[in-house]
């Protein structure tokens, strides 16, 4: 068994140090009312639900917010993003695959991809419960611990105590029932039992896989035994923690026209994966690159600035961490599975 020492508020897990450590940023403001500042908001209020869950320990915790982060791709997404490029369904949807113009036809139309991955027509949306047109769509992943399905929707939130298969939206309204759905999900599927154990991969499988004993890895389960550790050494012994990490990005200098090299060349590479036309991959930045990152800065909400400055570097990490959530192709035979992985 772990450490039980109960955690009695707020006080004993320092949910700022984790803020700080997130991938692109290094503070967060809940008077931003950003999805981070929100989300670590709605944990902070959480402290009674937790208890009710019995989340009450620092190895439970550090397992189901190390679990949380990975999933809400580091507290950005309280819901599964489906804006995929043409070139973004193909590579992740088998569907897709095996029709490339069907693609090119729902390219950067959520609705039309969620009823095409997981519709009630589809072998997937039947396994999840889905039976009612637009229920790929309307039971779309959401939450903490994302759920996807009708079954999964109704279920845990049964469990929970709320009503989302009426109000699926619900939990991207209010994060504190975001919150407390994954709660209800972790106690049903007895996660407690290998977060005692300090089990991270047991964990991230039962999470992502719906089977804590599944030989296979789970998606990105080296990335959610990373972060299960640092929330553990924040629970545990924050002193350990280092409370103003280096950014990365920050010593980078902008890659602009004219620019040559490894980082042109992975720039491009990172372009023609999210869909974004450069006009060849060879590690000059010419017109055509800078015009492929003036569309992506365009969608993604970023200065238009024509370069890869830091801003857009984190608007790149955000993106491709919401994409490499749903990458991975797994075994939903299993009903209980859910999230935003995708076939």
Known sequence: MGNIVSIAGVGDIDLNKIAKLLPGHNTWSVLRLNMQGRYIKAILDSFETFEKYEMNTPLRLAHFVGQGLVETGWLQHAEENLRYSEQGLIATFSVYRNNPALARQ?????????????GHQTALGRRLGNTEPGDGWKFRGRGFIQLTGRDNYTRYGEVAGIDLASDPDQIVRDLKKSVEVACAFWKANGLNRWADENDAPKVSRGVNRGNPLATAAAHAEDLRIHWTNIVLGVTQSPEKVAPEPAPAAASLKPLAV?????AVLKLQQDLETLGYATGGADGIFGQGTRRALVAFQNEAGVAVTGMLDDATRDAFAAEFAARERGSVEIDRSDPRTFGPTIF
Request: hydrophobic residues 20%; aromatic residues 6%; proline residues 6%.
């Open 106 to 118: 729902h390219a950067r139309q959520p609705q039309k991809i969620a009823e095409t991955a997981y």
């Open 258 to 262: 004219g620019s040559r090299g490894e």
